[in-house]
């Protein structure tokens, strides 16, 4: 059986996606604590960003057109913290909400959760703290969050 293909995880669209990557990493570039920690690692940040699209087509759509490392790459930068995880996602939450209908945004913010707690617990921690909230508490604070998840 060949030429099978896997149902997309989350029904987003390569522009979509490409269109949170560029709008995130503008507010990455912002952002007083996370810019200094990516302006130390990205020089070209169009390349940068496509190989982040192409992280979130594999992760959402389930292309096989990303072949990095993220836990490796974030154990060698040298200067990520598990602290920077809370910042990044908020960042990324907002993005989301911004740029895509609350059921997607909500579907894509839960993985991506669930990918940033799994890289800031492959740092070392500094205070014995869990780095990432959980969604279910972040998600549940926000207006309109239960009648957007069908309650």
Partial sequence: ???LTMPPRIH???AQIDRVVSVFYTRVRRD???GPVFAAHVADWQTHEEKISRFWRNALLLQRCYDG???QVHKASGNVRPDHFPIWLSLFDAVLEQELPPPLAQAWSALAHRIGRGLS???PQQDGKPPVPYLGEEWSKKPGAAKAAGA
Avoid: H, K, R, W
Wanted: net charge negative.
């Fill in 1 to 3: 059986m060949t030429g």
């Fill in 12 to 14: 987003v669209t390569e």
């Fill in 32 to 34: 007083p604590a996370l």
């Fill in 69 to 71: 490392n993220p836990m």
């Fill in 121 to 123: 617990y492959g740092l």
